[in-house]
């Protein structure tokens, strides 16, 4: 009888000491929710705009970038058209390094935070060279022109 | 459609690999698909003078490949190459005989894509990665690439190259402006048709300048520069009896 209680009371521990550990990360993490990011729209060709306006209204550039650059990427590769108009009149080069990124020239605080918040990983830059800007802001320059990073 | 990415195409053929182990499926056959061109010719062409080349020069090959940011790689089979040179005999098998003009057999021959009418590789490519533009230049949606490397296969010229590494460790000077290859993905000649949207020649016609081995233009206009000389002087193409009706013309004269 004192074995088998004996038993019982180490298969109890074990299975205590075996949900705390399954567990461990959903009561480590409860209530420290990561802060969500704040993008850095402070560069010098932004603070330079007459207007801060994107190709699109903020709300859909938000929510819908990565459509828009893979309507862009269609449009040049495989159509050959290579201007953007926008409902106002506006006129931009489908580009992602000759158009975003020469306003958002801070990959790092601007691309990178909400993509590494999200667990995304574009592979824009797996091919694309992120240009580099005056202010210095892409690192490890090759060839003192672009980054291959 | 056609706003999949690798990853996904890379799933999707998967899929239709597994599929086509199936019974009976039914399959079209397609035919190489066109689209609306860009820059407004009705079909690019260009002619070699293989005989206008200095001994040696190298001009347009290492402009090329600096503007499109190809790797140095040595050793053949990881060697990328958008134009090089070849021996005449490699680049005419069916134009050598003992009797050919020493200057002639000697002179190595300016080799590239030809941007064929009827391109083999776009025929094959099962992404639809490669394809015929309606200005008649073969281009390559490298975001759609698998690597099968079909196309490779079924180039009767060589024009094609593998990226079997990493290719960035090895562009000597990157041009930002264009962007790199990855591994895993085939890469060839585009005809510049970056820089003809912009309205400027292609790089290895720029490189090569006055010297004028190299003429670039408008197969469809008859009097554009590069049909005015072929009128006076005949021209060869490289195995034109494969039926791909290639648009790189060589002087022979």
Same mark, same amino acid.
């Given at each position: 009888m004192k074995g088998r209680r004996g038993g019982l009371i180490a298969i109890g521990i074990g299975l205590a000491v075996f949900l705390a550990l399954a567990t461990y990360p959903f009561w480590h993490a409860a209530g420290k929710a990561m802060p969500v990011p704040e993008l850095d729209l402070e560069t010098p060709a932004i603070r330079a705009?007459?207007? =801060?306006? #994107?190709?699109?209204p903020t709300a859909e550039m938000k929510t819908r970038h990565m459509q828009i650059l893979d309507e862009w990427r269609t449009e040049v590769v495989?159509?050959?058209?290579r201007t953007f108009e926008t409902p106002d009149g506006r006129r931009f080069?489908?580009?992602?390094? =000759?158009? #975003?990124?020469?306003?958002?020239?801070n990959k790092e605080r601007f691309c990178d935070r909400c993509h590494d918040y999200a667990g995304v990983k574009p592979k824009c830059w797996d091919c694309h060279i992120v240009p580099e800007t005056p202010s210095g802001?892409?690192?490890?320059a090759v060839a003192g022109k672009g980054t291959l990073k | 459609m056609i706003d999949t990415e690798r990853r996904r195409l890379l799933k999707i053929a998967g899929t239709l690999i597994l599929g086509s182990m199936l019974p009976i499926i039914p399959c079209s056959a397609s035919s190489p698909g066109r689209s609306a061109s860009a820059a407004g010719a009705g079909r690019w062409g260009m002619v070699i003078d293989?005989?206008?080349?200095?001994?040696?020069?190298r001009d347009c090959i290492d402009a090329c490949h600096a503007v499109h940011n190809v790797p140095h790689i040595a050793?053949?089979?990881n060697e990328i190459r958008w134009i090089r040179q070849v021996p005449f005999q490699n680049a005419f098998p069916d134009q050598g005989?003992?009797?050919?003009?020493a200057g002639r057999r000697d002179v190595p021959v300016l080799a590239l894509c030809?941007?064929?009418?009827?391109?083999p590789c776009v025929r094959v490519c099962p992404t639809k990665a490669t394809f015929r533009r309606s200005d008649g230049i073969v281009v390559m949606d490298y975001h759609r690439?698998?690597?099968?490397?079909f196309c490779i296969a079924a180039c009767?010229?060589?024009s094609r190259s593998m990226?079997?590494?990493?290719p960035r460790p090895f562009?000597?000077?990157?041009?930002?402006?264009y962007p790199t290859r990855t591994r895993g993905v085939v890469e060839k000649c585009n005809f510049c048709e970056e820089r003809l949207a912009k309205g400027m020649p292609p790089a290895c016609v720029e490189a090569c300048g006055k010297r004028g081995a190299l003429l670039f233009g408008?197969?469809?206009?008859?009097?554009s520069e590069i049909r005015r000389l072929m009128k006076d002087r005949p021209t060869i193409r490289r195995r034109p009896e494969l039926g791909t009706d290639p648009h790189v013309f060589y002087i022979v004269s």
């Open positions: 705009l007459p207007a =801060r306006l #994107c190709v699109a495989r159509n050959g058209r080069d489908r580009s992602l390094t =000759r158009t #975003c990124m020469q306003c958002h020239s802001e892409a690192s490890a | 293989p005989r206008k080349c200095p001994a040696g020069c050793g053949p089979g005989h003992p009797y050919l003009d030809n941007h064929c009418e009827n391109p690439c698998i690597g099968c490397r009767p010229y060589g990226n079997f590494r990493d562009i000597r000077t990157v041009n930002p402006d408008d197969m469809t206009d008859p009097s």
